[in-house]
T-cell receptor, first 113, second 115 residues
Framework: DVKVTQSSRYLVKRTGEKVFLECVQD?????MFWYRQDPGLGLRLIYF???????EKGDIPEGYSVSREKKERFSLILESASTNQTSMYLC????????????FGAGSRLTVL | GDSVTQMEGPVTLSEEAFLTINCTYT??????LFWYVQYPGEGLQLLLK?????DKGSNKGFEATYRKETTSFHLEKGSVQVSDSAVYFC??????????????FGKGTKLSVKP
């Protein structure tokens, strides 16, 4: 069963801490995405990547960075977590010619105190 | 810019009731349209899609027709079940290869079905 795995389902961090959210896919997909999901706001794109070592800003990149050193892994980094980054983070992937069919991970719920 | 507007929830229905969740969009060009569903505790998964005007997407008893004249992609099901309780997201995406997966999502509509 193909899948996107987010290593941490629930995290609690303190303001100012550095946070790493890891995402791994086993489908050899070229494209990977990080969204955040908030009630009443839906999904908003943070960053995406179309290839190893490539990254593009989405709609809300401020306060975040990403790393894609290997094709299967796409990491989201919060350099200095703040309370307004408390959210559900969703990773997704699709092949280059995937007709926009995203495969999502189960999500990582981050609470920043 | 491109955008998606879907009806706000929550929507509460009794089992076997008819479901409609409205979705309208604003886009340049000819986007593909999607409905994704998120069951409790899970990530989103594709429910159905349509890639051009007048296409009908269907899956698991759900249907949606791509209406270019009304810029709509309403989701319908004739008889909902308790297991359909979830959050439903309408989305649009580019209909060309360069930006595959860079979707614009609506805010989501939570559906609760009571037995």
């Amino acid at each position: 069963d193909v899948k996107v795995t987010q290593s941490s389902r629930y995290l609690v961090k303190r303001t100012g801490e550095k946070v790493f959210l890891e995402c791994v896919q086993d489908m050899d997909h070229e494209n990977m995405f990080w969204y955040r999901q908030d009630p009443g706001l839906g999904l908003r794109l943070i960053y995406f990547s179309y290839d190893v070592k490539m990254k593009e800003k989405g709609d809300i990149p401020e306060g975040y960075s990403v790393s894609r050193e290997k094709k299967e892994r796409f990491s989201l980094i919060l350099e200095s977590a703040s309370t307004n980054q408390t959210s559900m983070y969703l990773c997704a992937s699709t092949p280059r010619s995937g007709a926009n069919v995203l495969t999502f991970g189960a999500g990582s719920r981050l609470t920043v105190l | 810019g491109d955008s998606v507007t879907q009806m706000e929830g929550p929507v509460t229905l009794s089992e076997e009731a008819f479901l409609t969740i409205n979705c309208t969009y604003t886009a340049t060009g000819y986007p593909s349209l999607f409905w994704y569903v998120q069951y409790p505790g899970e990530g989103l998964q594709l429910l159905l899609k349509a890639t051009k005007a007048d296409d009908k997407g269907s899956n698991k008893g759900f249907e949606a027709t791509y209406r270019k004249e009304t810029t709509s992609f309403h989701l319908e099901k004739g008889s909902v079940q308790v297991s359909d309780s979830a959050v439903y997201f309408c989305a649009l995406g580019p209909n060309y290869g360069g930006s595959q997966g860079n979707l614009i999502f609506g805010k989501g509509t939570k559906l609760s079905v009571k037995p």
